[in-house]
Every structure is written in C-alpha cells, then in structure tokens.
Nanobody
Framework: QVQLVESGGGSVQAGGSLRLSCAASTRTFSNYAMGWFRQAPGKEREFVAYKRWTTYYADSVKGRFIISRDNAKNTVYLQMDTLKPEDTAVYYC??????????????????WGQGTQVTVSS
C-alpha cells in the first residue's frame, strides 16, 4: 500500500505560480510512474502530467507546468506557472506500477492522494 500526500495548493491571481508536492510512503518510489490529475466542479477528472523516465503533459498546460520527481525524497512536484482561472481545480497525484493501461486514464493508477485545492482568480 502506498500513501500519497499532496501539499502546496492555494489561491493565486492569474499569471501567478504555485508548486505542488506529493510525498509517497514507499521505499520503492522509483518503481512507480507518477501522474498529476485535476478535477474542477462538475467535471471529470482530467490528466495533467506524467513522469516516469519521460514526461508528458496535457495540451492545456504544456509550456506552463513542469512535472519533476526526486526519488531520494520519494516526492513528485508540479510547478505551475502563468496560471489561468481555468486551472482552478482540485489537483491529485497518482501512482502506478502497471503500465498496461494508458497514462491518460485515472483508472490506470493504483494509488491516489487526497487532493489539494488550487484556485486562480482573474
């Protein structure tokens, strides 16, 4: 069982930045691919970014968000710059060790954090 704990959410004005962190409770963190998803009110959970050996981003955040990981600290980060009001959502980190499913689907992930709220005002 892997526990994931997000932090770093908050409220910011459009154009601002936030850095999310997700700490994992496992000694085998490097074996997991990590993803970030977000869910806005009334909408489905959507893919934001993914990192194992390579990185992938949703088109909506490409060029503004950066996913990184520190395997020594069992932590994955999401640096979010040039934030827009449409980025407002609860952000979740997720981990998976089975690579048979698509990285873009929430159902492909085994473990989830509790989520952290990001609010961007115009």
């Amino acid at each position: 069982q892997v526990q994931l704990v997000e932090s770093g959410g908050g409220s910011v004005q459009a154009g601002g930045s936030l850095r999310l962190s997700c700490a994992a409770s496992t000694r085998t963190f490097s074996n997991y691919a990590m993803g970030w998803f977000r869910q806005a009110p009334g909408k489905e959970r959507e893919f934001v970014a993914y990192k194992r050996w390579t990185t992938y981003y949703a088109d909506s955040v490409k060029g503004r968000f950066i996913i990184s990981r520190d395997n020594a600290k069992n932590t994955v980060y999401l640096q979010m710059d040039t934030l827009k009001p449409e980025d407002t959502a609860v952000y979740y980190c997720a981990a998976r060790s089975d690579y048979s499913g698509t990285m873009y689907s929430p159902t492909s992930y085994d473990y989830w954090g509790q989520g952290t709220q990001v609010t961007v005002s115009s």
